[in-house]
């Protein structure tokens, strides 16, 4: 059975920092490329940090370039998100997603990825 459980999630101020990791179990991650999704109130699911199966390459929504990592563990089957100088704005619910096909490139469509987290909160007050 595939389980992805997301934490790290929850209140910061403007400005501040967060880490966000997402346990995956059940599957060999390491073959398949990640990612990180968000979803505001009222709002589409949007493709946030992409990373490779191998780690070697990434790719960010411009709204947070510059501001996000995205980084994984293979060894330990976890992805994390490290969000800096956040914003308003990134108030949202966080998922970490797994590509449906082996060795992709970093792929930035909801339908490209089969398996997702529960979501993770994250506010930011102004």
């Known amino acids: 059975q595939v389980r992805m459980v997301e934490s790290g999630g929850g209140l910061v101020q403007t400005g501040g920092s967060l880490r966000l990791s997402c346990a995956a179990s059940g599957r060999t991650f390491r073959s398949y490329a990640m990612g990180w999704f968000r979803q505001a109130p009222g709002k589409e699911r949007e493709f946030v940090a992409g990373?490779?199966?191998?780690?070697?390459?990434?790719l960010y929504a411009d709204s947070v370039k510059d501001r996000f990592t995205i980084s994984r563990d293979n060894a330990k089957n976890t992805l994390y998100l490290q969000m800096n100088s956040l914003k308003p704005e990134d108030t949202a619910v966080y998922y970490c997603?797994?590509?449906?096909?082996?060795?992709?490139?970093?792929?930035?469509?909801?339908?490209?990825?089969?398996?997702w987290g529960q979501g993770t909160q994250v506010t930011v007050s102004s």
């Open positions: 990373i490779s199966w191998s780690g070697d390459n990434t």
């Open positions: 997603a797994a590509d449906k096909d082996l060795h992709t490139i970093v792929r930035v469509t909801l339908q490209a990825y089969d398996y």
